[in-house]
């Protein structure tokens, strides 16, 4: 069932657009993304969406008594409350009716209980409680503890709201939408100031929320595990994909082939038709069949060249010469502020040309550990040393390397004052700052701009060893593979800190996990690191239980991972199936449009691909079969 729909949308600035015919559906329970770039205008449709804002076309439409819950980006909470009390609101209604049932209790307990008054007041009564339970009156402290616990916030109940940070407030802002429950959740940036911990609490709430969500995110590993829907905002319309993002990337990138597969084709046919006329229009003999070869061309309906979006930032990273083997080495370092150590100690040794992404909870000190390695800060105890030959370079995720009064030609020109201009502005260039962009302060730049500014930075230098406290911070997407291509291209040694679970699956070959007392190494990137955590968590189970016990655990476990393993098969080929035959469809829509119904050439490419799509679908359904049939043997 439809929820909340669009037609025909639109956001204009004057003339110009910022997107139009923006046609958006939203079924119950569905769970739906919303990407694009930058300035693309996510954060404006959603304040249409959830009825902040007015579009300057089109209509939105809800269905009958939808609530519609919305969380801005790095929207908080400011309430002089304690945190229990401010999201105890949330059940004002049932606190009511809790009132009135114990009036009724009262009254109950004073009436002759053969009367006729009796029998009506405890009708009332029954009704109340009976409506109170089913709202979850009974379950309202064990629903605030769960989600409260799950946000971080469980030794923290009486703590006033007011004196939350910025990062907590916004929290429990989140927070005390999940315990209103509407029926659809819009969230802009919902992953801001989560650590991993939280994050895969959230997944899992949300995975399993009662209602329909929407969501705005550049977290790529979140909306994977979460999203089903994807709608790609792109130069100014919007495009339906099925899937989580990293199907909605594939399916993206052969729409863009297959368009331009088609474009290329009919070019070719211009190319062509146009060469007859010009060859044959002049000639008496063959004049007429030029004729008609032009009102062939006259007729055509000429495609666009396929375009991605607006141009992506491209760079590398590279070293004027290696360090040595041994980069970075901590023994026993300690770490903290004015002599209080917050973590340590901790032991690790970076070896080149490792990616090596440090992990830990919020509060925990990664940046701080970051400033230690680089001398900004003394350690508390123990000795970390960098290895032969290092040269650093440096992102610093607070962006306090870069001089606000200076402008962004300055900031790079200044530092490397023999370079030639020309040079540093085609440099600049590659990081998007073009044309009267390099002439902007840099305190009038957006937290994107910065980073790019930062990125421009460190890719001058010329380091051997990056080290880089939160670089994907600010980036949009796009911005972010880049990065990825960069770190994964360069020769040198990369130590990283980030809460970004994808781009940490795509760049890190170790992990550093911090905590307060100790540390440790894992090989791999985090998707490696969660399975030694569960075989670790498999095997100190077994051993605490008896040799009979452990085995029917373990084989009980084994189960269960071999099951899912299966679950996610029969997933995967249930979205591939329905992704062929919204395939299917358009083509089908497309051959039965009159416009091609001339167009041999066009119906026969159509055709190909339909045949195409058939025998891939009829090869999903069987390893669906096949794979069903394998899930039922586990029941």
Do not use: C
């Not at 030029?290 to 930032?313: E, G």
């Not at 970051?370 to 440096?394: Q, W």
């Not at 020309?422 to 305190?443: A, H, N, P, Q, Y």
């Amino acid at each position: 069932m439809i929820i909340l729909q669009t037609q025909n949308v639109a956001r204009r600035f004057g003339s110009e657009y910022l997107f139009k015919n923006v046609n958006l559906q939203v079924q119950d329970r569905s769970r739906v993304a919303l990407v694009g770039r930058n300035g693309a205008g996510k954060t404006t449709l959603l304040k249409m969406l959830a009825q902040i804002t007015q579009p300057d076309e089109g209509e939105i439409s809800t269905k009958k008594d939808t609530t519609i819950g919305y969380l801005a980006q790095d929207q908080g909470l400011d309430s002089s409350l304690t945190i229990w009390n401010e999201l105890d609101t949330v059940y004002a209604d049932l606190h009511e009716q809790e009132n009135k049932i114990h009036v009724l209790e009262n009254k109950i307990a004073t009436l002759d209980s053969s009367t006729d008054e009796y029998a009506d007041v405890l009708r009332q009564y029954d009704l109340l409680q009976s409506n109170y339970a089913s709202n979850g009156g009974f379950e309202i402290e064990s629903q605030m503890r769960g989600v409260l616990n799950g946000f971080g916030f469980a030794d923290e109940y009486q703590t006033v709201v007011s004196s939350l940070s910025g990062g907590q407030k916004t929290k429990l802002a989140l927070a005390k939408l999940l315990l209103q429950k509407p029926d659809l959740l819009i969230l802009d940036e919902p992953t801001n100031h989560l650590d991993m911990t939280i994050l895969g609490w959230l997944e899992d709430f949300l995975k399993n929320y009662s209602g329909a969500l929407l969501i705005v995110s550049h977290d790529r590993y979140f909306l994977d595990r979460v999203v089903n829907e994807v709608y790609d905002m792109s130069q100014g319309t919007l495009k339906h994909y099925t899937g989580n993002y990293s199907q909605f990337m594939d399916l993206k990138a052969e729409d863009l082939k297959t368009e331009m597969k088609h474009y290329e084709h009919q070019q070719a046919e211009i190319n062509k038709l146009e060469d007859f006329v010009n060859r044959n229009i002049v000639r008496a003999s063959t004049t007429k069949r030029a004729q008609a070869r032009r009102k062939q061309l006259d007729k055509m309906k000429v495609m666009d060249r396929p375009t991605t979006d607006d141009q992506s930032i491209h760079f590398t990273f590279k070293q004027d010469s290696p360090s040595g083997n041994i980069v970075l080495r901590a023994d026993e370092l300690a770490i903290g502020y004015d002599d209080k150590k917050i973590a340590g100690p901790i032991n690790f040794e970076l070896v080149k040309p490792n990616r090596l992404g440090v992990i830990g909870p919020n509060g925990i000190g990664k940046s701080t550990m970051i400033r230690t390695i680089l001398s900004m800060i003394p350690k508390i105890s123990g000795d970390v040393k960098l290895g032969a030959n290092v040269k650093v370079g440096y992102y610093d995720q607070e962006q306090q390397v870069l001089h606000p009064n200076k402008t962004v030609l300055q900031e790079i020109w200044d530092d490397y004052p023999t370079v030639d201009e020309r040079e540093i502005r085609t440099l600049l260039g590659s990081f998007l700052f073009i044309g009267d962009d390099v002439f902007k302060t840099v305190s009038s730049l957006s937290g994107g701009e910065k980073a790019r500014l930062q990125l421009t930075k460190l890719s001058f230098e010329h380091s051997n060893f990056l080290v880089l406290d939160e670089p994907t911070n600010h980036l949009d997407i796009d911005s972010r593979e880049v990065l990825e291509h960069a770190i994964n291209e360069f020769d040198g040694t990369v130590l990283f800190i980030s809460h970004d679970r994808y781009f940490i699956n795509q760049v890190a070959t170790q992990i550093l996990a911090v905590s307060e007392n100790n540390s440790a190494v894992y090989k791999g990137d985090y998707d490696d690191y969660l399975l030694e955590l569960e075989k670790h968590a498999v095997t100190e189970t077994a051993s605490s239980t008896e040799k009979g016990p452990t085995t029917n655990y373990q084989q009980n476990k084994e189960q269960q991972r071999e099951r899912r393993k299966v679950e996610r098969r029969v997933e995967q080929f249930e979205t591939e199936m329905n992704q062929l035959e919204d395939k299917k469809t358009a083509i089908e829509t497309q051959m039965a449009d009159p416009d091609n119904a001339s167009d041999g050439t066009k119906l026969g490419d159509l055709q190909l691909e339909l045949n195409d799509l058939a025998e891939k679908l009829e090869i999903v359904e069987a390893n669906w079969t096949q794979a069903a049939e394998e899930l039922e043997q586990f029941d």
